[in-house]
């Protein structure tokens, strides 16, 4: 129930509170680690560039009128994100609208066990959408559905492609022609590649194209996680996860991965493939990604992770993958977990209306 008639009201979390909600929620989201260690993970995250000083924001949905006040009803995090929107050109020009937008990555949708089944999180997304648009309302945000396509649809959060490839680690062996890449080599190279998007989105077309950017703090927040990780769960290692990709001999491929110890299968996540080489022969692109690919199952095996994952991937690194993996390349339409979620802010929806190119790992924090 929502509108001027409801009584309840969605409000920024206290921090006693956001402590009390990871207290109920570590249960599903600390997985191997302590809750006590979930507590620290969340906040050396919260701590990083993208989500500091607002970045990150905690949401409670309450009702001020019971005789609880203070209860929580429901809650979710929002992570503030740099996008760009790119539009048709306007009558009697050629080149596409491209804009920069804030966009907002919704997560931790949560309701404490003794409320649930009773219509609050849909009461937080509806109210949560009101206050997105609001604040931004040539924007968009996007969530990550673990509860299929059906739900965040309802309240307007569209389904978008939620395909993988992934392979198994056991086909590893020499590296040739790549460099390992390290944190520091990864500001230049994710502004190279945010410039190589802004341009393919300058080139015009008939339907709007959004793109959450690449950029070095979404990198930074996803290897933040991985460092403190990696002492809890491999503590044999005695070091930092140093090697964050690989690039190609020429420097114009390369991708960036982190790493997963969680779980029953330990993956190595390829957060994002970039090429500066569009128009090169497939043969040789499908080549020069193998040899990627190589170094990403190498750093997969040296940290006990069992597969490599990688997000709607194209036909060039699908044909790498069965090369490095002898054909053991899975690939999986996810129908339940993981699935891109996205709404723009000004009612345009769904995939026939919208292309979001870059829907890759690194999106979803
Ligand atoms: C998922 C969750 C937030 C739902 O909270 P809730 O307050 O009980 O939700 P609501 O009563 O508003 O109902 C939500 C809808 O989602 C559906 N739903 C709930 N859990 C589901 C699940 N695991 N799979 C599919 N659908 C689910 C409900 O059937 C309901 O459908 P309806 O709107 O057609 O009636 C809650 O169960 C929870 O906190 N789960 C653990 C954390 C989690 O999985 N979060 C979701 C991450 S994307």
């Given at each position: ?32 680690l ?5 507590h ?12 500091r000083?607002?970045g ?14 203070n ?6 995090e929002?992570?503030?994100k ?16 491209v ?46 559905s ?30 040739e ?11 230049a190279?994710?502004?190279k ?23 070095w ?21 005695r ?28 993956t ?7 090429n ?23 750093e997969?095996?040296?940290?006990g ?46 995939m ?14």
């Open positions: 129930m929502t509108g001027p008639e409801s009584p309840y009201a969605l409000r920024p979390a206290t921090a006693a509170e956001i402590d009390y909600i990871r207290n109920l929620n570590a249960e599903m989201w600390a997985k191997d302590s809750v006590e260690t979930y620290e993970r969340e906040r050396t995250i919260g701590s990083t560039t993208l989500t000083n607002g990150i924001r905690s949401w409670v949905l309450v009702n001020p009128n019971s005789d609880r006040p209860d929580i009803l429901s809650s979710c929002t992570i503030r740099h996008t760009l929107i790119s539009r048709p050109p306007a009558p009697g020009t050629k080149e596409a609208r804009s920069e937008a804030d966009a907002q990555g919704i997560g931790s949708v949560f309701t404490p066990k003794e409320h649930r089944g009773r219509g609050y999180a849909g009461i937080l997304m509806a109210l949560l959408k009101e206050k997105l648009m609001r604040e931004n309302e040539e924007g968009f945000s996007v969530l990550y673990d509860i299929g396509k059906k739900f965040y649809a309802k309240h307007g959060w569209m389904p978008h492609a939620s395909a993988h490839i992934e392979f198994p680690v056991d086909g590893a062996g020499p590296v022609d790549v460099r390992y890449l390290h944190s520091s080599d990864l500001h190279l994710c502004d590649d945010v410039q190589a998007l802004r341009q393919k989105l300058r080139k015009p077309e008939s339907h709007t194209r959004v793109t959450f950017l690449p950029d703090k979404t990198m930074e927040w996803h290897h933040a996680r991985e460092e403190f990780v990696a002492p809890h769960a491999r503590p044999n290692m070091k930092k996860p140093e090697n964050k990709g690989a690039i190609s001999a020429d420097g114009k491929r390369w991708i960036i991965w982190n790493r997963d110890f969680m779980g029953d299968e330990p190595l996540y390829i957060l994002r493939v970039a500066m080489s569009e128009g090169q022969d497939p043969m040789e692109g499908v080549r020069e990604i193998s040899k990627l690919f190589k170094a990403a199952l190498n997969a095996k040296k940290w992770l069992e597969k490599v994952v990688l997000w709607n991937p194209d036909d060039e690194t699908i044909e790498a993958a069965k090369r490095v993996s002898s054909g053991k390349v899975e690939y999986v339409e996810r129908d339940t977990d993981s699935i891109p979620s996205l709404m723009m802010h000004t009612g345009e929806s769904g026939e209306y919208i292309e979001w190119l870059g829907n890759e790992k690194y999106v979803s924090t």
